[in-house]
């Protein structure tokens, strides 16, 4: 069974600086997912990565997939206030199930 | 209006009252699913439905809870005899399973309160 971890679970850091989340998946799974979801609102499609080696970048944010180590990462570059957000990664078996396992979600507070 | 809608919004009931859920996913979108967030935290999946298939009812956590989909399309969840557990944000989301990204794409949500 497909389990998803990420980690930190909150994360408060200062403008401007660098910092990675990170998720990891528990058994085979080839399409990988980041939503944002800011406070009160629905999630927001980030990325999507669908192979290894895949990386994706938008702004500050760039999100990569090794699945030979089940590891995805989010990376923010020099974070700015309006990042603060709740941030998910959610895995798909590759057994062709389309049940998306969801990890616990970062919160990232922003300090100015 | 391209993409998924709640309704209602907001609901308030009282303890041991019946609630629907509604859900129109983005048309053509062959997958359907519920979620349920609690306060600050994580999505708890409920029930999914893909095309014609049975739906994978696997997280639906009591039997008070069901949900069904009309035609393919629009959704209900509904849950009787409701307790103070049951306050949440419900979350539907809809995907074109079967393409290269299998993206989900999340409605505003349904919040429930019971009081």
């Known amino acids: 069974e497909l389990k998803v971890e990420q980690n930190p679970l909150f994360l408060s850091m200062q403008e401007g600086k660098n910092y990675t989340i990170y998720c990891n998946y528990s058994?085979?799974?080839?399409?990988l997912y980041w939503y944002r979801q800011d406070p009160g609102k629905s999630l927001e499609s980030l990325f999507v990565l669908l192979s290894n080696g895949a990386v994706k970048q938008e702004g500050r944010l760039m999100a990569s997939l090794d699945t030979k180590a089940r590891l995805s990462t989010l990376h923010i570059t020099a974070a700015v206030h309006d990042l603060s957000a709740t941030y998910f990664c959610a895995a798909l078996p590759a057994s062709g199930t389309y049940k998306y396992i969801f990890g616990t979600g970062t919160r990232l507070k922003v300090l100015a | 209006g391209a993409g998924v809608s709640q309704s209602p919004s907001n609901k308030v009931t009282e303890k041991g009252k019946d609630v629907e859920l509604r859900c129109d996913p983005i048309s053509g979108h062959t997958a359907l699913y519920w979620y349920r967030q609690s306060l600050g935290q994580g999505l708890e999946f409920l029930i999914y439905?893909?095309?014609?298939?049975?739906?994978?009812k696997s997280g639906l956590p009591s039997d008070r809870f069901s949900a069904e989909r009309t035609g393919g399309s629009v959704s209900t969840l509904t849950i009787q005899r409701t307790q103070q557990e049951d306050s949440a944000v419900y979350l539907c989301a809809s995907s074109s399973a079967g393409g290269s990204y299998n993206e989900q794409f999340f409605g505003p949500g349904t919040r429930l309160t019971v009081l």
């Open positions: 439905f893909q095309g014609n298939s049975a739906p994978d």
């Open positions: 058994t085979t799974s080839d399409r």
